[in-house]
């Protein structure tokens, strides 16, 4: 991990070729995947299991197709078992992913919760990035704008951000920049394009 919480990856450029797609992109842009002993498909969320990695963008598009054309058994030049619920659990893991980066954030003193912290983070230029629940109110979060040169997380849900900041539901957060900032930056970019969003405002902003 580098300084702001940049990857190592992302430092030293390094890039595969998505299966589904064919696009060339940074790692922290794909989803690794592996096959197991048994041969089933397994994500490697944080790209540290053993084995030849298989790379597919952080697209719901892109995962589908992989799995229902068969590319993982032909990128990986054996048979390889695509469970039925390879997406969802991509996207599970996905989610806590963020929300243990926001946690670690929240001890580290570079993450506040609710309105009126935010609020105060925001108008002090404390804040680079504003997260809102996505099942939060428009209109209290419309009070809200996200930080000039920031960015904007808004695909969590209130439970979800509440498990990031030990609460029991959150619509509100900011993070400080450094640290692991950028990385739940990234990370949430990758969920935001597996996760099914019909509020259609969850996009990180930047």
């Known amino acids: 991990m580098g300084r ?8 030293s450029g390094a890039e595969r070729k998505c299966i589904a797609t064919g696009e060339v992109q940074p790692k922290y842009r794909l989803v690794r995947f592996v096959v197991g002993p048994d041969g089933q498909v397994v ?5 540290k299991l053993p084995a ?5 963008t952080a697209d719901r598009a892109a995962l589908e197709l992989a799995a229902k054309k068969g590319l993982f058994a032909r990128s990986a030049k054996q048979p390889a078992k695509v469970p039925d619920d390879l997406v969802a659990e991509v996207e599970k893991q996905l989610a806590r992913r963020v929300v243990d980066l926001i946690s670690m954030q ?5 993450a506040v919760a609710g309105y009126e912290k ?14 809102q629940a996505v099942d939060g109110s428009g209109r209290g979060k419309s009070k809200l704008s996200t930080p000039h040169y920031g960015h904007y ?3 969590l849900t209130a439970d979800e951000l509440g498990l990031a900041f030990g609460r029991q539901t959150v619509i509100h957060g900011a993070l400080a920049s450094g640290g692991l900032t950028l990385r739940v930056v990234e990370e949430t970019h990758r969920l935001n394009g597996v996760r099914k969003n019909e509020a259609g405002n969850g996009q990180p902003k930047g």
């Open 4 to 11: 702001g919480g940049a990857s190592k990856d992302r430092e």
């Open 43 to 47: 994500p490697d969320i944080l790209g």
């Open 52 to 56: 030849r990695g298989i790379w597919v």
């Open 106 to 110: 929240r001890k580290a003193g570079k």
């Open 118 to 131: 935010v609020k105060g983070w925001l108008q002090n230029e404390e804040a680079l990035v504003l997260i």
């Open 153 to 155: 997380i808004g695909c």
